[in-house]
């Protein structure tokens, strides 16, 4: 090897890290060498065979343009894996956690309580599996109208057999904050482990990206491999948290292989896969493409129900710790929505019956409840509900708005309801954008500013935008 060829490689490898940045450049390039530059051909080294694939499969293109731009000459990669130098695997992957675990901010990490054993522990290991609640199971969570289908999904991913079909991939459950997200997915993960039948890893989306690069990082890309496969089931858990573009790619080629390979994949998020807007379409398509279901918003009889369960497994512990039911109809009226609030309530009155030892009254509960009861938040409106009312509104279709028609009887309508999807929804401009036929942002700001311009001066269209407004509202 000649100075000047270690000098063009430098530079090949400099422009490939420019264009894939840096995370994906040391996930994938670091440790790729120059073993010699025969005329048009560059013969290039990766020390493990996985990284061979799969720098063949997603950026050999690239590689191979990186060389060009340096030679123009170069016609042909050559990628082998080196032998002998491969390093004994780590006994123990050197893996401490940056990122504290979210369930442990939840106050509900069992310190190492494991769901995994046998030959999954090890994957677990790998992977840096996330720790599990031991109540969080099917048992203890209560069936409404709300989350009905979600359980119903749940359930039988958690009951499919080893060699069963798998029915939808992925199955991803979204909803907002204390619908049972986590508790749906830690349950599939304790029914499938317990059963023995399949193997179940359970990850936050941190820890699974934490796990995948760093387990590259250490050299162990083959190892981490080897141990997804010996998964069934992958649930990752708050996948809105996946963070920066470069990772995110290299988690979708993941998701790809799993999914390809018959593998069930479970996915929580506080979004549909439509609106995670840092991904990019292929992976949005990907995560639609299995069953998507919404848990929403609890009813009050749910309220009821889960308080009810909640105190009787309270009661176990504290057997003296009565709540008379009026208080519990009193929380499941005034304490909506969410279960953590519920809990949270519950804890309260524990408390301050263990303290004092007082009994637990109405009086006692308004006065403890008095800052978990929040207005009514304002409701959640979907852009798919602002099209179909202001559709409804001026007589024409959904698929008028969405279209590239130009004739004024759909410019306007259309224009009031990108404004309505900006002034109601927390969604970008690109993201309406997509959401209206895929259209550029700067339409969407276009027909914001077009119809705040106007409901200045036109008091009709103002009053019709107001109607619309409550009827999306109520
Ligand atoms: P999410 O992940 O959707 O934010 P969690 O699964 O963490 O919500 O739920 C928040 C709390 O509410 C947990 O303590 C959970 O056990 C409880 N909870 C939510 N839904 C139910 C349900 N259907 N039955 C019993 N408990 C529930
Ligand atoms: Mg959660």
């Known amino acids: 090897m000649t100075n000047t060829e270690q000098e063009s490689w430098s530079r090949v490898k400099g422009r490939l890290r420019a264009e894939v940045g840096d995370d994906v450049y040391s996930s994938w390039f670091a440790r790729m060498d120059l073993e010699a530059l025969d005329d048009a051909t560059v013969r290039l080294?990766?020390?493990?065979?996985?990284?061979?694939?799969?720098?063949q499969s997603h950026y050999s293109e690239r590689v191979l343009a990186a060389w060009r731009a340096e030679q123009a000459n170069v016609d042909r990669i050559e990628l082998t894996v080196r032998t002998g130098v491969l390093r004994p695997l780590p006994t123990k992957p050197a893996a401490t956690d940056p990122a504290p675990s979210r369930d442990i901010h939840n106050g509900r990490a069992n310190g190492e309580m494991r769901a995994l054993n046998a030959p999954a522990s090890n994957a677990h290991e790998a992977l840096g599996g996330s720790a599990l609640d031991p109540r969080l199971t099917f048992d203890t969570f209560v069936v409404g109208r709300s989350n009905a289908l979600a359980h119903a999904a749940a359930k039988q991913v958690a009951t499919a057999r080893r060699n069963d079909p798998v029915m939808f991939n992925p199955l991803y459950i979204h909803g907002g904050v204390g619908l049972g997200k986590t508790h749906l997915l830690q349950a599939i993960t304790w029914a499938g482990n317990a059963s023995g039948e399949r193997k179940v890893l359970y990850l936050t989306a941190e820890k699974f990206m934490y796990g995948f690069v760093s387990a590259l990082r250490s050299q162990t890309a083959l190892a981490f491999k080897e141990s997804l496969r010996g998964i069934n089931v992958l649930v990752i858990d708050d996948l809105q948290f996946l963070q920066g573009k470069s990772t995110q790619?290299?988690?979708?080629?993941?998701?790809?292989?799993?999914?390809?390979?018959?593998?069930?994949?479970?996915v929580a998020s506080d979004r549909p896969p439509s609106d995670l807007e840092s991904l990019d379409d292929r992976v949005r398509s990907r995560l639609a493409a299995g069953l998507a279901v919404e848990m929403s918003s609890f009813g009050e009889e749910l309220r009821l129900e889960i308080?009810?369960?909640?105190?009787?497994?309270a009661r176990q512990h504290h057997p003296d710790f009565d709540v008379p039911m009026?208080?519990?109809?009193?929380?499941?009226?005034?304490?909506?929505?969410?279960?953590?609030?519920?809990?949270?309530?519950?804890?309260?009155l524990l408390a301050h019956s263990k303290l004092t030892g007082q009994p637990v009254t109405l009086e006692l509960a308004e006065r403890e409840m008095r800052d978990l009861v929040r207005p009514q938040e304002p409701k959640r409106v979907k852009i798919e509900d602002i099209q179909r009312v202001v559709a409804r509104q001026y007589n024409v279709s959904r698929a008028d708005l969405l279209s590239s028609r130009r004739t004024a009887n759909v410019v306007r309508p259309r224009q009031v309801a990108m404004y309505l999807a900006k002034t109601l929804t927390l969604r970008s401009l690109p993201e309406i954008g997509r959401r209206f036929g895929g259209r550029d942002h700067t339409t969407v700001l276009h027909a914001v500013r077009k119809i705040e311009g106007l409901v200045g001066n036109d008091t009709a269209l103002a009053e019709e935008i107001e109607g619309l407004k409550r009827q999306l509202q109520d």
């Not at 080294?45 to 720098?55: A, D, E, M, Q």
């Not at 519990?328 to 953590?340: D, E, F, P, Q, W």
């Open 45 to 55: 080294s990766v020390p493990t065979r996985f990284l061979k694939s799969w720098i």
């Open 307 to 313: 308080l009810k369960s909640r105190m009787a497994a």
């Open 326 to 348: 009026p208080v519990l109809i009193y929380i499941a009226k005034t304490v909506t929505h969410n279960g953590r609030d519920l809990e949270g309530a519950l804890n309260r």
């Open 249 to 266: 790619a290299e988690f979708c080629h993941t998701l790809d292989a799993l999914i390809d390979g018959g593998r069930q994949v479970v």
